[in-house]
């Protein structure tokens, strides 16, 4: 079973360059989201999806995009990497909307 | 302002006593507590949940308890083993919020053998 896969695990970006983290879960769950953690901060919700082709703001979205073509998949897209991006990002997907959410292992981003 | 949380950043205990972590909310709105339990280089894994409904949710050796009028939960873990040595996360949910999860900033915790 491989529930929520996130990849890369690791990535360093320069300044200004964009690149996507990719979420993938086989657990046909209808709810995704993606967090980042910061030391302290616990996880802060950026983007979240109720379904295929719906998505919504959390409570830090801004320099983030997001989009829900398929059940399965839920990428993040970093358009201009900024240093205040770099962070542990989690992406968690919940079957329906009153139950808990499943965590991926995250992805370690450091924007120079 | 941050309406989750986690007043102590670490807390050691020793091996077989009892752990207790807790969490305030300011949000009257959330309905749904959960706990999350995280290791390193690890996603964070579920524990244990409350709905507002209850003031008492058992599992095994993890308790959790909510006092509404306090806004306040905590989490008991007994006896504590050295593998619960992890950073446990607090949550709150609106109702039918799916997984739109409020999160306290975690208490790492250290049990000694």
């Known amino acids: 079973n491989a529930g929520v896969t996130q990849t890369p695990k690791f990535q360093v970006l320069k300044t200004g360059q964009s690149m996507t983290l990719q979420c993938a879960q086989d657990?046909?769950?209808?709810?995704m989201s993606w967090y980042r953690q910061d030391p302290g901060m616990g996880l802060r919700l950026i983007h979240y999806?109720?379904?295929?082709?719906?998505?919504d703001q959390g409570e830090v979205p801004n320099g983030y995009n997001v989009s829900r073509s398929t059940t399965e998949d839920f990428p993040l897209r970093l358009l201009s990497a900024a240093p205040s991006q770099t962070s542990v990002y989690f992406c968690?997907?919940?079957?329906?909307?009153?139950?808990?959410?499943?965590f991926g292992q995250g992805t370690r981003l450091t924007v120079v | 302002d941050q309406q989750v949380k986690q007043n102590s950043p670490s807390l050691s205990v020793q091996e077989g006593r009892i752990s207790i972590l807790n969490c305030d909310y300011t949000?009257?709105?959330?309905?749904?507590f959960l706990w999350y339990k995280k290791y390193p280089a690890e996603g964070p894994t579920f524990l244990i949940s409350?709905?507002?409904?209850?003031d008492k949710n058992e599992d095994g050796r993890f308790t959790v308890f909510l006092n509404k009028s306090a806004k306040h939960l905590s989490l008991h873990i007994v006896p504590s083993q050295p593998g619960d040595s992890a950073v446990y996360f607090c949550?709150?949910?609106?109702?039918?919020?799916?997984?739109?999860?409020?999160f306290g900033g975690g208490t790492r915790l250290m049990v000694k053998p």
């Open positions: 949550a709150a949910r609106r109702y039918n919020a799916g997984n739109m999860l409020t």
């Open positions: 409350i709905s507002s409904i209850k």
């Open positions: 999806s109720v379904g295929a082709g719906i998505t």
């Open positions: 657990m046909n769950h209808e709810y």
């Open positions: 949000n009257s709105m959330f309905d749904y």
């Open positions: 968690a997907s919940t079957r329906h909307m009153n139950t808990e959410a499943f």
